[in-house]
């Protein structure tokens, strides 16, 4: 049995008042965890290694707006965590440079938990 400080997940913050379509929203979370991967892959190569042999776990979650976005990016910033935030082109539907998602992690679940584990589920 996996004990939780072994488990590895990144989690993926969507801003709810954006009111994205199912078109792009998932493009902005793909953003959100390839950009995560990369930086992880070489910032804490053993986490990354760890998450990927455990099958790459993604949880997305959501916030109100901007503000609760940019509290979140500072927490896990000060528990030294990957965090990133996906500004959108502008080409579709909402303007240039909008901050769409944040990506943090991947991490140790218990680490991660105490910033995100509270959010609701998108």
Not at 67 to 77: M, P
């Amino acid at each position: 049995m996996r004990r939780e400080k072994d488990d590895y997940k990144m989690v993926i913050v969507v801003r709810d008042d954006l009111k994205l379509s199912p078109g792009k929203l998932p493009v902005q979370v793909s953003h959100a965890a390839v950009e995560c991967s990369l930086l992880s892959k070489r910032k804490k190569p053993g986490w990354f290694r760890k998450w990927r042999d455990q099958g790459a776990k993604k949880v997305v979650v959501k916030v109100n707006d901007l503000d609760d976005l940019h509290k979140l990016k500072d927490e896990a910033e000060d528990l030294k965590l990957v965090a990133e935030i996906i500004k959108d082109a502008g080409l579709t539907e909402i303007p240039p440079g909008t901050e769409t998602v944040l990506g943090i992690g991947p991490a140790p679940s218990s680490v991660i938990d105490r910033i995100t584990g509270d959010l609701p589920l998108l």
